[in-house]
């Protein structure tokens, strides 16, 4: 039987073996310790993939900063780490396809790579900007010391006291942008293996890190797979901002910024490729302005021409649509959609009042009929990227806007696929996802990772009893859920508002497992398991679903088989037995089922001969059953 190794992928030998494929000459051995072990020859690789001489280093066009070299290394190295199921914190956690994933985004997202590598549509993210306030509590390993740095900096007075505190990531630290890169790089280089060839990551960002940003997403994603950079609206920062303080105010920033990249040419936002078979099913409304701008630059409402497609300055036009509109709405909406009444009429001037009603000081809709195309630009400043007001009535500062995050799940081109969010915060991601499906019978779900970093002793969030922000993005969940629920009874009853939390922590396997020839001899014994004392069957159950790439939502049910517990997965998909002596009997009953995979702990079987018999029994019951042992 196979040993499963209880770590996460390990992404230098997985691309040694891609290397080795396409140049065998260029893959050599090396002796580590006692251990002999690929690696590759990087003289002769570098002369494969160059059509002149190779001989000393040239000066090239390139992104890099301090420990850029470390930052790929961290990227790169296995961890023996696992995510245990928390079913006190979950809701619906047997039924729910949803995840919630608290710790450290790095190590999360390196612990996903085996399950979901190649599988995710869609990731969005809203990371640190780094506007020189920024405290990182991201501990990534990946630089010199302190004290190592700032001698070599030279950040000590004469006397030898030290200038300046690296921890806080102002801009007095030398290392201001080389921090933050050094924290984001890893991550998008493990974010980008996670998308699918078709699929798509959102990066907001303000302009203290955008053009950094836009250099490290290049190099990632590769420059042709750069979409576009959308425009979305923030609130005005008061005059008692950085840049009046100091002196150096000049105007106010109102935007931020999305970075659009995609895994391939594979994928299109839906917005652009809007072909007359899908645009000819539906109208749409526009805004028909933006409220970003101040009252006194907007003018009188302009009217609608569809013979051209152009909005003329005609108050009169703009009133006739107005009209046409509240008839249909008052003599017709109840029989017909408003395509229908198009279709029927041919009348396709249609304005509707928002709340703020019309004219200079207010904003307004008006509905495009059906076409051969639907281009949306990349200027969303009809849209306020921060949320106004509170729909759910939890502590949290400047959360994401929900119909922001919507409109971006819109571009996809289907409602049926998974979401990543790894700075997931407040969790308004996972609020547009339940919201988006109970609005257009989706099933989209999300994985939400974030790390419980604690709240401020003098916040509200710790007043009202939230010890971390990973309490208060639970909250929001399960409160968003129950709202959208009780809004729209009849159409959501098969809503899932679900999600199975799972935390971050060490293996569940002892040192031994890993490192048996470093344990002495005489201390082996003393081992009656591999498995530490505190973990449960289920928190071994979910490693080994990272170990073999079972999706983590997938469906678990507990049976009896011969009076011993078993745990089933995906059907029978992976069948799990952790129980005290298992016998023949046990094992055929199990090898009935004919799973795909089944695993046992090593320490399971009744005796010897029940372990020695267990592939015998396997290859006669269900000889495709792959068999594995912790």
Not at 12 to 29: D, H
Not at 89 to 100: A, G, M, R
Request: glycine share 4%.
């Amino acid at each position: 039987m196979d040993k499963l190794k209880m770590m996460s992928m390990d992404k230098v030998s997985e691309k040694i073996e891609k290397i080795k494929a396409l140049f065998p000459n260029c893959v050599t051995e090396v002796k580590r310790g006692e251990e002999v072990e690929y690696a590759i020859d990087f003289d002769v690789l570098k002369q494969e993939l160059s059509k002149d001489l190779v001989d000393e280093r040239e000066e090239r066009y390139q992104m890099t900063w301090p420990d850029k070299k470390k930052s790929v290394v961290l990227a790169n190295s296995p961890i023996n780490k696992t995510l245990r199921p928390c079913r006190e914190e979950s809701v619906d956690f047997d039924n729910t396809e949803n995840l919630y994933i608290e710790g450290d985004n790095l190590e999360v997202l390196k612990l996903l790579q085996e399950t979901y590598l190649g599988k995710i549509k869609m990731i969005y993210i809203d990371p640190p900007y780094n506007t020189g306030n920024d405290s990182f509590v991201y501990n990534d390993a990946y630089s010199m010391s302190e004290e190592e740095f700032l001698s070599a900096g030279g950040y000590y007075d004469e006397d030898g006291n030290r200038v300046i505190d690296v921890k806080e990531n102002n801009e007095s630290n030398g290392r201001f942008h080389t921090d933050w890169l050094n924290m984001i790089y890893p991550r998008l280089r493990l974010a980008r293996d996670l998308l699918s060839d078709d699929g798509v990551i959102f990066i907001s960002i303000d302009d203290n890190e955008q053009a950094n940003l836009k250099k490290v997403c290049d190099e990632i994603f590769g420059e042709d797979n750069f979409r576009n950079t959308i425009l979305v609206r923030r609130r005005i920062k008061s005059l008692n901002s950085q840049f009046a303080d100091n002196g150096l105010y000049s105007m106010n920033v109102g935007f931020e910024f999305v970075l659009v990249y995609s895994k391939s040419s594979s994928f299109l936002m839906k917005a652009l490729r809007m072909k007359k078979e899908l645009a000819s099913k539906q109208g749409r409304w526009d805004v028909f302005w933006s409220n970003a701008d101040r009252p006194t630059m907007r003018y009188d409402i302009l009217g609608f021409t569809p013979t051209s497609g152009q909005w003329r300055n005609s108050k009169e036009k703009a009133e006739i649509a107005i009209a046409n509109y509240e008839k249909y709405l008052q003599e017709f909406s109840a029989k017909m959609s408003l395509e229908e009444y198009y279709q029927q009429t041919g009348i396709s001037d249609f304005i509707r009042r928002t709340p703020n009603g019309i004219g200079k000081n207010g904003g307004v809709q008006h509905w495009v009929p059906p076409s051969d195309t639907a281009l949306r630009t990349s200027n969303w400043t009809d849209i306020e990227v921060s949320q106004i007001g509170k729909e759910i009535d939890l502590p949290f500062n400047n959360p994401k806007s929900k119909a922001f995050v919507m409109e971006l799940i819109k571009l996809a081109e289907n409602n049926d696929f998974t979401i990543v969010d790894f700075f997931s915060g407040s969790a308004t991601t996972a609020h547009a996802v339940m919201q988006l499906n109970a609005e257009d019978g989706g099933n989209r779900k999300f994985i939400m990772v974030q790390l419980p970093e604690a709240c401020d002793e003098k916040s509200e969030a710790y007043k009202a009893g939230y010890k971390n922000i990973c309490e208060i993005g639970k909250e929001r969940i399960r409160c968003a859920g129950k709202k959208i629920k009780e809004e729209s009874p009849l159409t959501t009853q098969n809503l899932d508002t679900g999600f199975r939390v799972l935390k971050l922590d060490s293996s569940n396997m002892l040192d031994v497992y890993y490192n048996p020839d470093k344990i002495e001899q005489t201390s082996i014994f003393d081992y009656k398991d591999n498995i530490k004392a505190d973990r449960s069957a289920e928190d071994l159950l979910f490693q080994i679903m990272l170990d073999m790439g079972v999706t983590l939502s997938a469906k678990i049910e507990k049976k009896e088989i011969n009076g011993t517990k078993v745990f089933t997965v995906d059907g029978d998909f992976l069948v799990a037995c952790f129980a005290d002596n298992l016998t023949d009997d046990t094992l055929t009953e199990i090898a009935k089922l004919k799973p795909r995979y089944a695993a046992f702990r090593d320490s399971s079987f009744a005796n010897d001969s029940v372990a020695k018999n267990c592939e015998q029994i396997f290859a006669t019951y269900s000889p495709n059953t792959k068999c594995t042992v912790v």
